[in-house]
Every structure is written in structure tokens, then in C-alpha cells.
């Protein structure tokens, strides 16, 4: 099977759809090059080996049909599940709404963190859309006066245009680049709370 023929290999083999498509085609023992799947046997298994590439085509089918939205929670999960590995529940809130900021339920952090200085403000950032609305955020809780460190996690800063991610870059006490550098967040996160 070619998956070019019905899908958009750029936008499939991207991102969290790229995850899962790696993870499928190793729970499955199939093989891709070049877009096209495959799987490799002996002739006295090839019934076998038919089902089972199959079965492992279907599950690739379906990751055409994930949404925008499914893949932006899944980019949610993966970072809420980094930071409660790295952070005890008690030093954590999610959705925060910083006390003693004028309009403050309109500018709320992903993820407060608990430190020993400053709270470490962590934001997710998916899309430019978030990379703007992260930069308005961290300008405004600066403007009214809070005293924070922010830390930003990109799914992917590639994705984000230059002049987007300059800004939010400015805007940060930390950047890491991609979601699937958890070493970096874990370090960066560990590093803010010890200072």
C-alpha cells in the first residue's frame, strides 16, 4: 500500500500524527520507504503476514482523520504528563489565574510551578495563534507587575513563523524547542524551582 495515493505525507508524517505512526508501524512489524508499507516474510507465513499488514494499514488510516484539535491535545497530554513526572501535585495548577492582576481570568498561565523565587510560568505552544496570545499574556502579567520566570515548550518552533517565535523569545526567561526534547524541559523546570 502507498499512503500518498488518498493523504498528505507532509501533514501525516508530522508532528503527534508522526508519533503514532512510528508507534503503529513497530506494534505492527511493518516497515515504510519512500511512503510505501510494507512488511517482509517468509512464503510459509504469508497468510499471516497479510492480516497483519492489514490490520496495521486500518490503524494508519485512521491517522488521516485526526483532527487539528485531536492533535493539539494530545500535544497537551504529552506536556501535562512531562511536567507532573517533574513537579510534585502540590506545586502545580493548571489554567492559573494570577492574583492581583487587573483582568487576570483573560490572561491565564497553562501552568503554574511552584519554586523556590519566582513562580515558573510554563506555556504550550502548538500554533502561532498560542505563540501571539502566549507573548500578550507574559507582556500583560509584566506590565501589571508581577514578578514570574516564563518558560515556553513548542511542539515544534520550526513550525512557528520567525517573527513569532523572536518575540515570545523576548517575552521568556526559557524556550525549548520541541515537546519530544523532554530532557531539556525536565532540566530546565528542575533548574527554575532549585534557583
Do not use: C
Not at 508524517?13 to 512510528?22: D, E, I, M, N, Y
Not at 510505501?36 to 497483519?52: C, G, N, R
Amino acid at each position: 500500500m502507498r499512503l500518498s495515493y488518498e493523504n498528505d505525507l507532509s501533514k501525516l508524517l508530522s508532528g503527534a500524527r508522526q508519533k503514532l505512526f512510528t508507534s503503529v508501524l513497530l506494534e505492527s512489524g511493518l516497515q515504510e520507504g519512500d511512503g510505501e508499507i510494507f512488511i517482509e516474510v517468509p512464503a510459509d507465513s504469508l497468510s499471516h503476514a497479510l492480516f497483519t499488514l492489514s490490520q496495521g494499514v486500518i490503524r494508519l488510516e485512521d491517522l488521516g482523520l485526526w483532527t487539528q484539535n485531536r492533535v493539539e491535545s494530545t500535544f497537551y497530554d504529552d506536556l501535562r504528563r512531562l511536567i507532573v513526572e517533574t513537579v510534585p501535585t502540590e506545586d502545580l495548577a493548571e489554567d492559573y489565574i494570577v492574583p492581583n492582576v487587573p483582568a487576570a481570568e483573560n490572561y491565564p498561565v497553562d501552568f503554574f510551578i511552584k519554586t523556590n523565587g519566582n513562580p515558573l510560568y510554563l506555556f504550550g505552544v502548538l500554533s502561532k495563534d498560542k505563540a501571539m496570545l502566549s507573548t500578550i499574556i507574559i507582556q500583560h502579567l509584566r506590565a501589571s507587575g508581577a514578578k514570574f520566570d516564563a518558560m515556553i515548550v513548542y511542539q515544534d518552533i520550526d513550525s512557528i513563523p520567525k517573527q513569532h517565535t523572536k518575540r515570545l523569545m523576548s517575552a521568556a526567561n526559557d524556550t525549548v524547542a520541541s515537546i519530544d526534547d523532554h530532557d531539556a524541559i525536565k532540566e530546565k523546570i528542575k533548574h527554575r524551582r532549585a534557583a
